[in-house]
């Protein structure tokens, strides 16, 4: 069975940093994606992690741990624009452009002047 | 970058009546292209998989009558809803991957309202 996890919700403030958590219980795993997504629009691309560690880009940074099936999405300085919903996905067999990847429900995160 | 487009944005239509969706990669080849469907508040749930010139793979618990998919060339795969229904209203998002890349490209979405 396919199971991933993510809070629901999030609050944070302007400027500062915060932590999205995600943990999966897949049938198989061939990398773990981070996606934004806007009210009324679809998703946007973030990261893309298939061995563990961290990956920088920018004022986002992504973790893995396949071990512990778990991840995170660090997102500095914040700013307005970054209220939005992150989806944390999974992809479930292979590694090409065939293979599904599986949604979380997604956290809403908003952000506070 | 890839690019993937939906067409229409929107669309309204009354109960009962079809409605075709399509997706097309702009700028590279897809052999799959995936569909999804997200309802207010939800995250985005996998309906098929489409493989270009072969029979799509349904995700369990929906309708293959229903939900209809044609994937007749590498860029082009289209959604119908037949005989839709109020509760048939959702966001439908199509997703196709750049062979090299290994990554998912997203549609805009496609916001569906069936009165």
């Known amino acids: 069975g396919q199971n991933i996890d993510q809070p629901t919700e999030m609050t944070a403030t302007e400027g500062a940093i915060v932590q999205i958590n995600c943990t999966y219980q897949?049938?198989?795993?061939?990398?773990l994606f981070w996606y934004q997504q806007h009210a009324g629009e679809a998703p946007t691309f973030l990261s893309y992690?298939?061995?563990?560690g961290l990956e920088e880009k920018g004022r986002f940074s992504s973790f893995l741990s396949r071990s512990k099936g778990y991840s995170y999405l660090l997102l500095k300085e914040l700013q307005m624009k970054d209220s939005a919903s992150y989806l944390c996905a999974v992809r479930d067999e292979g590694y090409s452009s065939a293979s599904k990847i599986i949604f979380g429900s997604g956290t809403r995160l908003s952000i506070r002047p | 970058g890839a690019v993937v487009s939906q067409h229409p944005s929107w669309v309204i239509c009354k109960s009962g009546t079809s409605v075709k969706i399509e997706c097309r990669s702009l700028?590279?080849?897809?052999?799959?292209m995936f569909w999804y469907r997200q309802f207010p508040k939800q995250s985005l749930m996998l309906m098929a998989t489409?493989?270009?010139?072969?029979?799509?793979?349904?995700e369990q618990g929906v309708e293959k009558d229903k939900f209809l998919i044609n994937h007749a060339s590498l860029t082009l795969s289209t959604l119908t809803v037949t005989s839709a229904h109020p509760e048939d209203s959702s966001f439908y998002i199509c997703?196709?991957?750049?062979?090299?890349?290994?990554?998912?490209?997203f549609g805009e979405g496609s916001r569906l309202t069936v009165l």
């Open positions: 997703s196709a991957g750049d062979r090299e890349a290994g990554e998912l490209f």
């Open positions: 992690n298939v061995l563990d």
């Open positions: 700028d590279f080849q897809a052999t799959t």
């Open positions: 897949t049938s198989g795993f061939n990398g």
């Open positions: 489409s493989n270009e010139g072969s029979k799509a793979t349904y």
